[in-house]
């Protein structure tokens, strides 16, 4: 079963910035497009950024575009988030997802694995 570990979440001050990593040891990641989704308090799960299996092609949400980037290092089976400018809108908890696919939309039910999410905090 492929599981996903999320880390680098944490409160930053808004302006600041924060970079995501999600890995899946023991697992191959290479055939499997790659999203991170968001959710906050009392609002549904959305989507963010996803990167296709070979990390060639890249999409985002309207409301983090040019703030955040996506990333993938097969050779570590591992996708980032890079995050900039943060606002306090994007507090959240952040999950990666894995779908079974080579380039997919910003849908959660489209995906097939999930990681336990991270918080990530913006604040003064």
């Known amino acids: 079963q492929l599981q996903l570990v999320e880390s680098g979440g944490g409160l930053v001050q808004p302006g600041g910035s924060l970079r995501l990593s999600c890995a899946a040891p023991?697992?191959?990641?290479?055939?499997?497009?790659l999203g991170w989704f968001r959710q906050a308090p009392g609002k549904e799960r959305e989507g963010v950024s996803c990167?296709?299996?070979?990390?060639?092609?890249?999409s985002y949400a309207d409301s983090v575009k040019g703030r955040f980037t996506i990333s993938r290092d097969n050779a570590k089976n591992t996708v980032y988030l890079q995050m900039n400018s943060l606002k306090p809108e994007d507090t959240a908890v952040y999950y990666c997802a894995a779908g079974g696919f080579y380039f997919g939309p910003l849908v959660p039910d489209e995906y097939d694995y999930w990681g336990q999410g991270t918080q990530v905090t913006v604040s003064s």
């Open positions: 990167i296709s299996s070979s990390g060639g092609s890249t």
């Open positions: 023991g697992f191959t990641l290479d055939y499997y497009a």
